[in-house]
């Protein structure tokens, strides 16, 4: 034993009493150098470089939080933003997190693409469900990289779901008139203006609910949508056609009072049921306007405008009843 210990070198006797010190196995250490020096392709520099960008890893990990910290966070950002807005983005949040409980407690950043994109097609069971999801998602991410939780949103490279519209029914003459006939008496007759509106303007059902009569600026035949008001954040000016003024002049109320009734949605439904409509589709009137803004003015870029579309193509594949067109001379805008 001696005489093999003449024969170690200087550099040999250095590495055992390096060992020693830092109380590893040989073993231990040889095992830990193979490694290294394999995932460096036997390169001392780029082992080295593997050593150091894990650290760096482990650094950015522990920099981190859990995706339901992430969720509140990004609520947490919209609290500016309309009550519906915040409703649905918790909602879709806590439906994914009851379906794939595990996501709960994964650290942001270690989240990947292909994961993200299996928990929505687990917990949501329709395009369209996928699709709003995926943007509360991305929302989250975005909140998450902006705080330095991670380093990339992994929903941008989701391919966004492909829904098929259908085509939404329009109403006809004789139920227009049945429909506007019962409003003008039922509760008093305070569920004509918003019907009104809807129907001769274009206006969506939530952004009526959020209008008050000061934003119906009749001298000078425009209604103000303000983007507190808008589905999309923007705001528009829609056009006062000669019936809705009619209707607007002879019910004109208060500019602080909401232009729907106390309790609205509950009767609205049951103005649907009172004037004979047993099934109600909630963007009727819209499309209907729709309809007959273009059999009157053939003109989709102002059309585009009246309904807020940020571009002409949804009018077109999903919101003109072409088997339902009107002829100009029966157009409910200029009667």
């Given amino acids: 034993m001696k005489e093999e210990s003449k024969n170690i070198t200087e550099e040999e006797r250095a590495l055992i009493i390096m060992m020693r010190s830092i109380k590893v196995q040989a073993h231990e250490v040889m095992h830990f150098v193979q490694e290294g020096l394999k995932r460096g392709g036997g390169k001392l520099r780029r082992a080295e470089r593997c050593l150091e960008l894990g650290e760096q890893e482990m650094k950015r990990n522990r920099r981190t939080v859990s995706f339901a910290q992430a969720v509140e966070a990004a609520a947490e950002e919209k609290r500016e933003r309309r009550a519906r807005t915040q409703s649905d983005f918790r909602q879709a949040m806590r439906r994914l997190m009851r379906e794939c409980p595990q996501v709960k407690l994964r650290r942001v950043r270690s989240i990947r693409s292909e994961e993200c994109a299996a ?60 429909l506007m006939h019962t409003a003008e008496t039922f509760n008093g007759g305070s569920c004509l203006a918003p019907l009104a509106i809807m129907l001769y303007a274009g206006v969506r059902p939530n952004e009526v609910e959020r209008l008050c009569w000061g934003d119906v600026r009749l001298e000078n035949g425009r209604i103000l949508i303000a983007p507190r008001h808008s589905k999309t954040g923007g705001a528009r000016h829609v056009t006062i056609f000669p019936p809705l003024a009619r209707i607007l002049q002879r019910i004109r109320r208060p500019d602080a009072e909401r232009i729907c009734p106390p309790n609205w949605r509950r009767l609205q439904t049951l103005l649907h049921h009172e004037a004979g409509f047993t099934a109600w589709q909630p963007d009727v009137l819209r499309h209907t306007f729709a309809t007959h803004h273009l059999a009157t003015f053939r003109n989709y870029a102002e059309l585009q405008l009246e309904m807020g579309h940020r571009s002409a193509e949804l009018l077109r594949t999903r919101y003109i009843a072409m088997e339902g067109m009107y002829h100009r001379e029966n157009s409910l805008l200029v009667n």
């Fill in 119 to 178: 928990w929505l097609e687990r917990a949501y069971t329709t395009p369209s469900q996928r699709k709003k999801a995926r943007v509360a998602l991305s929302s989250v991410f975005s909140t998450a990289k902006r705080r330095g939780w991670c380093s990339e949103n992994p929903i941008r490279s989701i391919p966004v779901p492909h829904i098929r519209e259908k085509s939404i029914s329009i109403l006809s003459k004789e139920e227009l008139t049945r």
